[in-house]
């Protein structure tokens, strides 16, 4: 099992910046996809963000292209997300996941960090 903690996070004005990080621990040589998830109030999760461990590949949700970046840092076990140009809309959750190479599904999940963007 993988175990995810989440730091970062916090209030923001609109057109800021912020970095949340998440901290991989266990069996993270099992570990193929990282991804950020997020859940605002009254609206389904959505996937942000991914990245694979072993290479260098990287997806980005539509409404972050651009704005959002995600990086690894496999010494400390540790992926990022800086957030940049945030908007109101931003303000969500955000949850960190891994996906184990021999399932399809997201089986470990981080305890979440709140981001709040105020315009």
């Known amino acids: 099992q993988v175990q995810l903690v989440e730091s970062g996070g916090g209030l923001v004005q609109a057109g800021g910046s912020l970095r949340v990080s998440c901290a991989a621990s266990g069996r993270t040589f099992s570990i193929y996809t990282i991804a950020w998830f997020r859940r605002a109030p009254g609206k389904e999760r959505e996937a942000v963000a991914t990245i694979q461990w072993d290479d260098d590949s990287t997806y980005y949700a539509e409404s972050v292209k651009g704005r959002f970046t995600i990086s690894k840092d496999l010494a400390k076990n540790t992926v990022n997300l800086q957030m940049n140009s945030l908007k109101p809309e931003d303000t969500a959750v955000y949850y960190c996941?891994?996906?184990?190479?021999?399932?399809?599904?997201?089986?470990?999940w981080g305890q979440g960090t709140q981001v709040t963007v105020h315009s």
């Open positions: 996941a891994a996906r184990d190479y021999r399932r399809t599904d997201f089986s470990s």
